[in-house]
């Protein structure tokens, strides 16, 4: 019975979760006349190609999905070395305040991230940044939970283990990339997904940072499609349901190191 119970619960909490995708997946293929219609519609339609043409015109698809794609990667990969540097800094090395350095890190995470758009606008704007992909890019490279995350990771690498590619003559760059980043693999996949997921959905920086359509990102561009008088919910649906997709592709090709990464981050301390 016990066994019964749990398989209806995990496909009710499995419904709950992959409903709204679903329809989401159908209302793509639908007319906007026919999204809200009663009864709902959860089957395909004929509209999926007609949709997505008529967002490929209104908001230029290829060109705001290469935009988003391109910063999404350059900023997760950036924001991984960072983290990775900084984290083994702070894990392996003695220097005069890494204490004080580490706590002052840390109360950053306290700080919404609304209060420092404004001086981060600024500094964009007086080195002539702005409306530009270092703008969207150069903000996201400090993630201080990144960081945070790197070092706990790092506390539990033995320092005999680096201390014997030492003497056999590795430097520490050698050491970083040849012993350090194969053990932590699993962690960096799982960073690796939550950053490119808050590179890809981000909206309100890119929004304040760009002024042209030509450089906007997928949720900007997006934004631009909701009318004051009329919204073609077709083209919204279709662009959603993209916005989705990398998400998902992604998470399926890294998802045994995703777990990894998160069972290690509750193992260690």
């Keep these: 019975m016990k066994g019964w119970t749990l398989t209806f619960v995990l496909a009710a909490v ?16 639908h007319a906007n006349s026919d999204i809200f219609s009663w009864p709902p519609r959860f089957y395909p339609g004929d509209r999926l190609a ?35 540097l900084a984290g083994y800094a702070f894990a392996k090395f003695a220097f005069a305040g890494r204490n004080v350095f580490f706590v002052l890190l840390l109360s950053t995470l306290v700080i919404p991230s609304g209060v420092t758009i404004i001086p981060i606008f600024e500094m964009m704007n007086d080195i002539g940044l702005i409306d530009s992909y ?75 940072a760009l002024r042209t359509p030509e450089m906007f990102t997928l949720p900007v561009a997006l934004a631009t499609l909701q009318g004051l008088a009329r919204t073609d919910f077709g083209q919204v649906m279709v662009g959603t349901a993209i916005s989705s997709l990398p998400m998902i592709v992604l998470f399926l090709i890294l998802q045994k190191q995703f777990i990894s990464g998160l069972l290690a981050g509750a193992t260690k301390g």
């Design 14 to 29: 499995f419904a709950l979760c992959a409903g709204p995708f679903y329809w989401l997946a159908m209302a793509a293929t």
């Design 50 to 84: 007609a949709n997505t043409a008529t967002l490929e015109e209104s908001i230029g698809l290829l060109n705001v999905l290469g935009n988003t794609l391109f910063v999404a990667v350059v900023q997760t990969a950036g924001a991984l070395v960072v983290s990775l």
């Design 134 to 208: 270092p703008a969207l890019i150069l903000p996201g490279l400090s993630v201080p939970f990144g960081v945070f995350l790197m070092r706990q990771s790092l506390l539990a690498l033995p320092d005999e283990l680096l201390d014997a590619a030492r003497v056999d003559g590795a430097g520490e760059l050698r050491v970083l990339w040849r012993v350090v980043v194969p053990v932590m693999r699993p962690v960096l996949a799982a960073l690796a997904v939550f950053l490119f997921l808050g590179a890809w959905n981000d909206f309100l920086w890119p929004l304040i």
